[in-house]
């Protein structure tokens, strides 16, 4: 029962340095999302995709880009990091559905910028 | 998505019922009412969803008033573990299935 699993749980990186935080789901969900959560605040939708081949932007998509090229997998990349960036990242799934499917999340990875 | 108004914090004794309130007065006739709680900065954990009838399950109840512009989700004998920050969140019938998260309402299951 692994469902949503992110790694890595942890990272430091370097101001414009490049990372990919991976993002991998067995419950073949079709729907994948990608959300930050500053200190204190709620989660906000950064991209998210309905299925293999096909992504969208959230609220907070710059500085961010994603590809989906498997059901299992959603990986988010940052370009040129920036401190602004720093956050606790959390990846999603769930089934398609009117509005009535719950999402599923990983357990975040804590993504500091210095 | 309809906005949602939650209080910022709330207490509960041990082994009482714990009644979180939701204020979701903008909520059109298709969107749902989703309860999500967040534990310790881990990844959010889904509760509970109604769009109309109210809702029960091994973890929850949800009762959503008649007109539909308020709910109360119900934790029958709080936990210390339920202990936690608890988002209600309205979401549009739609195809994308996406949740716009408020700040929520941190209950803390006093002992």
């Known amino acids: 029962n692994a469902g949503v699993t992110q790694t890595p749980k942890f990272h430091i990186l370097k101001i414009g340095q490049s990372m990919t935080l991976q993002c991998t789901q067995d419950m073949n969900h079709n729907y994948m999302y990608w959300y930050r959560q500053d200190p204190g605040m709620g989660l906000k939708l950064i991209y998210y995709?309905?299925?293999?081949?096909?992504?969208d932007k959230g609220e907070v998509p710059n500085g961010y880009n994603v590809s989906r090229s498997t059901t299992e997998d959603f990986p988010l990349r940052l370009e040129l990091a920036a401190p602004s960036q720093t956050s606790v990242y959390f990846c999603a799934s769930s089934k398609p559905g009117q509005g009535n499917q719950p999402q599923h999340f990983g357990d975040g990875t804590r993504l500091s910028i210095l | 998505d309809a906005k949602t108004t939650q209080p910022p914090s709330m207490d509960c004794a041990e082994g009482r019922a714990a009644n979180l309130p939701c204020n979701h007065s903008t909520i059109s006739g298709n969107e749902y009412v989703y309860w999500y709680r967040q534990i310790h900065s881990q990844g959010p954990q889904y509760i509970i969803h109604?769009?109309?009838n109210n809702e029960t399950n091994e973890m929850a109840s949800l009762i959503i008033t008649e007109d539909r512009k308020s709910s109360t989700l119900i934790l029958p004998h709080a936990t210390l573990r339920d202990t936690a920050v608890y988002y209600c969140i309205v979401r549009v019938g739609g195809a994308t299935n996406k949740l716009i998260f408020g700040t929520g309402t941190l209950l803390a299951v006093q002992p």
């Open positions: 109604g769009l109309k």
């Open positions: 995709s309905v299925g293999a081949g096909i992504t």
